[in-house]
């Protein structure tokens, strides 16, 4: 079973940066693409970014594109949300998930971590 625990979250001043960290399992570094949702009060939970495993290829929504960063350190199993230029939209609990088929339909994830984001 693999297990996904997600740190950094925190709060910070509109403009600032913060740093995710998605611990894993081995095994979901060896084979899975890895993910980054959020979902902020009152919302739905959205897709943010993705990093397959094969080629390295990342996804991002188009709200966080040139201002977040998603990669992977497979030596270390984990993965990493780099987000700057933050702002109070972002706000949002930040979950990472693994898709261990390549399908996009995530098999796996952590128990979230709660960014703020204040203006």
């Known amino acids: 079973q693999v297990q996904l625990v997600e740190s950094g979250g925190g709060l910070v001043q509109a403009g600032g940066s913060l740093r995710l960290s998605c611990a894993a399992s081995?095994?979901?570094?060896?084979?899975?693409?890895m993910g980054w949702f959020r979902q902020a009060p009152g919302k739905e939970r959205e897709f943010v970014a993705r990093?397959?495993?094969?080629?390295?290829?990342?996804y991002y929504a188009t709200s966080v594109k040139g201002r977040f960063t998603i990669s992977r350190d497979n030596a270390k199993n984990t993965m990493y949300l780099q987000m700057n230029s933050l702002k109070p939209e972002d706000t949002a609990v930040y979950y990472c998930?693994?898709?261990?088929?390549?399908?996009?339909?995530?098999?796996?994830w952590g128990q979230g971590t709660q960014v703020s984001v204040s203006s």
């Open positions: 990093i397959t495993w094969s080629s390295g290829n990342t």
């Open positions: 081995r095994r979901t570094f060896r084979c899975y693409a």
């Open positions: 998930a693994a898709d261990s088929s390549g399908d996009f339909r995530y098999d796996y």
